[in-house]
T-cell receptor, first 115, second 111 residues
């Protein structure tokens, strides 16, 4: 594909429900990142994958958040027992090798609203 | 605590003028600093990366400076156009592969 894609573009759920957000990175990119962006703020790091493994999950706010990338391509961010404070835009990015000078290419994001 | 600060107030300028945005950081010693552009409803788009040993970097109408003593980066857009209106984010690598972003400054260029 031409760029990073994310589905769904919008997700509305009720407090306490489980949600899954999907990211399709650029083909061939080994590194994948999840960020969360609240209104008026910059993106905030959640988790970084190098290949299939989570190389850094220090940004996950608590154990309700989990992400996988089983085949080193598509990734799914999973949020259990959603809370109203989880409402935000969830951004995914990918880069070719995951080194510091690599450009990170962002998807359009999934807007999550927890009622 | 570690901070990246960008002016949270919107910057309004007239078309054709130079826009200057500021990024200040504390308690970091980043090897690289990046600037991104973000339009409403879209993800950030990479613009420029500057290394700690580079004082200045240019790309078309964009210029970035990086002063590691002042812990500050300035981002300039010369001959600004209404199409330059967007939010501009600075970002650092703070000891891990993922980026740490500032909150961004919204630029509005008036025709």
């Amino acid at each position: 594909g031409a760029g990073v894609s994310q589905t769904p573009s919008n997700k509305v759920t009720e407090k306490g429900k489980y949600v899954e957000l999907r990211c399709d990175p650029i083909s061939g990119h080994t590194a994948l990142y999840w960020y969360r962006q609240s209104l008026g703020q910059g993106p905030e790091f959640l988790i970084y994958f190098q290949g299939t493994g989570a190389a850094d999950d220090s940004g996950l706010p608590n154990d309700r958040f989990f992400a996988v990338r089983p085949e080193g391509s598509v990734s799914t961010l999973k949020i259990q027992r959603t809370e109203r404070g989880d409402s935000a835009v969830y951004l995914c990015a990918s880069s070719l090798r995951g080194i510091s000078t690599d450009t990170q290419y962002f998807g359009p994001g999934t807007r999550l609203t927890v009622l | 605590s570690q901070k990246i600060e960008q002016n949270s107030e919107a910057l309004n300028i007239q078309e054709g003028k130079t826009a200057t945005l500021t990024c200040n950081y504390t308690n970091y010693s980043p090897a690289y600093l990046q600037w991104y552009r973000q339009d409403p409803g879209r993800g950030p788009v990479f613009l420029l990366l500057i290394r700690e040993n580079e004082k200045e970097k240019r790309k078309e109408r964009l210029k970035v400076t990086f002063d590691t003593t002042l812990k500050q980066s300035l981002f300039h857009i010369t001959a600004s156009q209404p199409a330059d209106s967007a939010t501009y984010l600075c970002a650092l690598h703070t000891g891990r592969r993922a980026l740490t972003f500032g909150s961004g400054t919204r630029l509005q260029v008036q025709p």
